[in-house]
């Protein structure tokens, strides 16, 4: 069974539509991350939260933001896409029990952008 | 300079040679090591995991880490069409700004043909 799931796979929008990604986690984990992978690409991350403390990585676009509203969900939201921001968003987790812990990612939502 | 670079292939071996799959990296900072390996249109499924310089083995594949030289491996053995997949290494810091932040190589494309 599946146990970080994100939705929708697939996710079409228009460039400078507003556009939100959804992972939910069956695991209890405290620490949520965002990963964006482009094609033939490395994945990046993006952001991750401890429990409710979010930590934005350095690099990543003022467009993109996170919420997670329990322990289970968490989401992407990317306020104006442009089409450089068409690509795979993997979201992973871990327990938090300290950073040896592994990672589990789910199966990712693809994006494009129209 | 990346901070980890990864041969991105393709890699095409026949059924049952032993696969090679290498990184090098740059940060004398990480301190775990591991192997992911990803589908098409999947997420990243955590292989193998190491610590320390030395080896791991785990059924058909070893994973080989030489922190003197920042260089890890992943051997596969006996390799089998369902190890078409991309492999993809990701290092990890013991601390750092951003709880376990995975920094991952490109991948390597890898088809096992019968």
């Known amino acids: 069974d599946a146990m970080v799931i994100q939705n929708p796979r697939y996710q079409v929008t228009q460039f400078g539509k507003p556009v939100t990604l959804s992972c939910s986690q069956t695991?209890?984990?405290?620490?949520m991350y965002w990963y964006q992978q482009k094609s033939s690409q490395a994945p990046k991350l993006l952001f991750h939260?401890?429990?409710?403390?979010?930590?934005n990585e350095a690099d990543t676009p003022d467009n993109f933001q996170s919420r997670r509203p329990n322990t289970s969900f968490c989401f992407l939201d990317i306020r104006s896409p442009g089409l450089g921001d068409a690509a795979m968003y993997l979201c992973?987790?871990?327990?938090?029990?300290?950073?040896?812990?592994?990672?589990?990612f789910g199966d990712g939502t693809r994006l494009s952008i129209l | 300079q990346k901070e980890v670079e990864q041969d991105p292939g393709p890699l095409s071996v026949p059924e049952g040679a032993i696969v090679s799959l290498n990184c090098t990296y740059s940060?004398?900072?990480?301190?775990?090591f591991m192997w992911y390996r990803q589908y098409s249109r999947k997420g990243p499924e955590l292989l193998m995991y190491?610590?320390?310089?030395g080896n791991k083995e785990d059924g058909r594949f070893t994973a080989q880490v030489d922190k003197s030289s920042k260089y890890i491996s992943l051997f596969i053995r006996d390799s089998q069409p369902s190890d078409s997949a991309t492999y993809l290494c990701?290092?990890?810091?013991?601390?750092?700004?951003?709880?376990?932040?995975?920094?991952f190589g490109q991948g390597t494309i890898l088809t096992v043909h019968p």
């Open positions: 695991l209890n984990h405290n620490v």
């Open positions: 939260y401890y429990d409710k403390d979010f930590n």
């Open positions: 992973a987790t871990t327990t938090g029990g300290g950073a040896h812990q592994p990672q589990h």
């Open positions: 940060n004398s900072a990480f301190q775990y």
């Open positions: 990701a290092l990890r810091n013991a601390g750092g700004t951003s709880y376990g932040k995975l920094t």
């Open positions: 190491t610590y320390s310089s």
